[in-house]
């Protein structure tokens, strides 16, 4: 922001101050999804927007164990700087924190002046260029899922499920949520205006879902990001744990991402339908979901970002564990909801939670652009129950072998991009090699007394 565009600054300073506003608070995504942030007193605002926030690059690098892992431009280059600016039209005030407002913030590199390498909001926004040269404006519809925990000191994590009951999917209420944490989580949400519409209790005790509007791809990653980042900070307000983690307990399933994906044309109506088209899709709908098959294993190490996330997968779990798709099949990797017309679209069901809602957005829709360009059909679609292994190849089982697939599918890579790429690889295979490494519970429980 230049000098002369203060004046704007000035009205939103004068907006927040007659609100009671006296911080504004400024996020940004990390590679793996978190919130990264700094408060700015009101009255530096119009400093900060011009000259930014000046953060480590290395903070994209550093694992949630506080190491900073060894990727190109972060310590070989002595930790250098980036810049992160407000970004003042996603400013929104704190529902839960008075007299503090928030917005988005965009990273820069201060050496060339273009977004940082690892910035996934960047990411994001550089596959939805290459959407628009193809006359594709994607849109998008997150579902997300979590857990809820209560302290509990006597358990090896510290944690315990915060409702224990059973059978209770799909239900609100205090029948399995007997302090009302999804009745005020709701609330508190709406008045932070990310587009939420409803939620419910999932499949296993102290699991919820909530589910967001639709919207143009950019805005939809950044109301998931806003939306898990809230989530936790108010189950921390509670003295509480909500994780996004895909599978935190071993007598419970897993937590999904699933994204609704369509796209708008040039004139505004859904790419995605046409009443003549085999299974009421359209050629373009029918190539996108070819290429999101065709490039799934190397998407998974985007939707399935942990270790953790491949303990979620398997038979009868209605996680994806093959590459299938299937008209409004839950037991497929991509559903097809039986709505056409304006709400024609697809269900990408590979995602888990723990997925950065931006890096999730940005390689689905890479995958569909490769699919729409490659003009190629998709195989038949599922019948009936999934999870059959002689009707459809298995996805990655692990996140070393996903991120192998990665690195092989140089046409997804160079959509991403090669610094990004060859960052996320280097810090996820990092989390590999330390996972490695160490010590479980499991491992002492099975070994130490009989051996």
């Not at 690892?118 to 857990?147: H, I, K, W």
């Not at 897993?254 to 369509?262: A, K, R, T």
Request: charged content about 25%; some cysteine; glycine content about 8%.
């Amino acid at each position: 922001m230049n000098a002369s565009e203060t004046p704007d600054v000035r009205q939103y300073q004068e907006r927040l101050a007659a609100e009671g506003i006296d911080v504004v608070r400024v996020t940004y995504p990390d590679l793996i999804g978190t919130e990264r942030a700094r408060d700015v007193l009101l009255d530096q605002l119009p400093t900060a927007c011009e000259h930014g926030l000046a953060f480590c690059r290395a903070v994209y690098h550093t694992s949630p164990q506080g190491d900073v892992v060894p990727v190109t431009g972060g310590l070989d280059a002595g930790l250098p700087d980036i810049t992160v600016r407000p970004d003042l039209a996603t400013l929104v005030a704190l529902p839960w924190e008075p007299g503090v407002a928030a917005c988005l913030g965009d990273a820069i590199d201060p050496a060339t002046g273009a977004p940082a390498p690892e910035s996934p909001r960047d990411l994001l926004r550089s596959v939805l260029t290459r959407c628009a040269e193809q006359g594709l404006r994607p849109v998008a519809g997150p579902e997300l899922e979590y857990f809820l925990c209560d302290a509990d000191p006597g358990s090896p994590s510290g944690w315990k499920r915060y409702s224990a009951a059973t059978g209770a999917v799909y239900t609100a209420g205090l029948r399995a949520d007997p302090d009302n944490h999804l009745l005020r989580t709701l609330r508190r949400l709406r008045d932070l205006r990310i587009g939420v519409t409803n939620g419910n209790h999932e499949f296993d005790g102290g699991q919820f879902e909530i589910n967001l509007t639709h919207s143009e791809a950019l805005s939809a990653a950044d109301r998931a990001f806003r939306f898990k980042a809230a989530v936790k900070e108010l189950a921390r307000k509670e003295g509480r744990l909500a994780t996004f983690m895909a599978k935190p307990f071993n007598d419970a399933g897993g937590s999904g991402f699933h994204l609704h994906l369509s796209c708008e044309d040039d004139r505004g109506r859904n790419a995605f339908d046409d009443p003549a088209g085999a299974h009421g899709l359209s050629a373009t709908a029918r190539h996108a979901l070819a290429g999101i098959l065709a490039h799934a294993p190397a998407l998974a190490a985007l939707a399935n970002p942990t270790v953790n996330s491949y303990k979620r997968f398997g038979p009868d779990t209605l996680a994806p564990w093959l590459i299938d798709w299937g008209l409004d099949n839950r037991s497929a990797m991509v559903r097809i909801p039986p709505e056409r017309g304006p709400g024609a679209r697809l269900e990408l069901r590979l995602g888990d939670a723990s997925a950065n809602p931006y890096l999730l957005l940005a390689g689905t829709i890479a995958a569909a652009l490769l699919g729409v360009r490659a003009a190629e059909e998709p195989p038949a679609p599922l019948e009936g129950y999934g999870y059959d292994t002689a009707r459809a190849s298995v996805l990655p089982t692990s996140l070393s072998a996903a991120l192998d697939a990665l690195e092989a599918d140089t046409a997804l890579a160079e959509v991403l991009g090669k610094d990004f790429t060859t960052s996320y690889l280097s810090y996820k295979r990092n989390e590999v090699e330390r996972f490695g490494r160490h010590v479980t519970d499991w491992e002492f429980t099975e070994y130490a007394y009989h051996l």
